[in-house]
């Protein structure tokens, strides 16, 4: 059985930073991050490709986020810094099922409960 853990979440004022992980018992070379607000679609945030260490994010995280993978602990993470209010949602982490690592959330097989992270004006 697979298993994602994310942890690392929170409520933190706007500015702050935060790191997630997620410990996976199981992932393909392509791993990404999602959130989901409630009352909105899940979207992709961030996503890394093992095989190159080629990485995607979204525009409204590009340049504060960063993803990366311990691929000897199989761990994911993701550094969050000059965080917004609009960044509050829950954050899962994710598997891709294989071919183009993206941040569509239909290219991903296996998921996480999910860690909330809360950012307050």
């Known amino acids: 059985q697979v298993q994602l853990v994310e942890s690392g979440g929170g409520s933190v004022q706007a500015g702050g930073s935060l790191r997630l992980s997620c410990a996976a018992s199981?992932?393909?070379?392509?791993m990404g991050w999602f959130r989901q607000a409630p009352g909105e679609e899940r979207e992709g945030v961030a996503s890394i490709d093992s095989s190159d260490g080629s990485t995607k994010y979204a525009d409204s995280v590009n340049g504060r986020f960063t993803i990366s993978k311990d691929n000897a602990k199989n761990t994911l993470y993701l550094q969050m810094n000059s965080l917004k209010p609009e960044d509050t949602a829950m954050y899962y982490c994710?598997?891709?099922?294989?071919?183009?690592?993206?941040?569509?959330?239909?290219?991903?097989?296996?998921w996480g409960q999910g860690t909330q992270v809360t950012v307050s004006s």
């Open positions: 199981y992932s393909t070379y392509c």
């Open positions: 994710a598997t891709g099922r294989g071919g183009w690592c993206s941040l569509q959330p239909w290219r991903f097989a296996y």
